[in-house]
């Protein structure tokens, strides 16, 4: 009988110990993967904005890139919002059009640059749980550039 009353509440503790770590570990797992998808995303996007832009970027017959307004405009649309003339939701919360840029890289090169900075799910700053501040560790700026041959 001594051995139960001595072992009364050691699940309690045990679960008090252990739910704050693993719903960290949960929360964690959720952001990262939550990253990882909106990089996939601004990748694709990128990627078929760069295709769209080599494939219409050659000036008539001289076969010299020219990157003029309205192709832009198509381009930033079709990576913003997944279709040339801008309508829509956004293909990613807080996306816009002004963070997508388009040149030329030289050689018949397009350059498409997107330039989009990832917004945590739950909160920019990670508590320093007393030892030493809190961390900015959850923002940073997903870069993603995609260079196509202009056709």
């Known amino acids: 009988m ?14 008090a110990i252990a739910l704050p770590l693993l719903a960290f570990v949960m929360l964690a797992t959720v952001e990262i993967s939550r990253g990882f998808i909106q990089y996939t995303v601004l990748s694709d996007a990128v990627r078929n904005g760069a295709r769209h832009a080599a494939a219409h970027a050659l000036f008539g017959t001289t076969q010299k890139v020219a990157i003029s307004d309205p192709l832009i405009s198509e381009t930033r649309n079709l990576v913003v919002y997944g279709n040339q003339v801008g309508t829509g939701t956004a293909q990613l919360p807080g996306l816009k059009v002004t963070q997508i840029t388009l040149t030329d890289a030289g050689n018949n090169n397009i350059l498409v640059n997107a ?16 030892l030493g501040g809190n961390s900015n560790t959850m923002t940073f700026n997903m870069n993603i550039a995609v260079t196509m041959r202009a056709l």
């Open 115 to 130: 330039l989009y900075p990832y917004q945590p799910l739950f909160g920019v700053r990670l508590p320093g749980f007393g």
């Open 2 to 15: 001594r051995c139960r009353t001595a072992q009364r509440g050691v699940a309690a503790v045990e679960a």
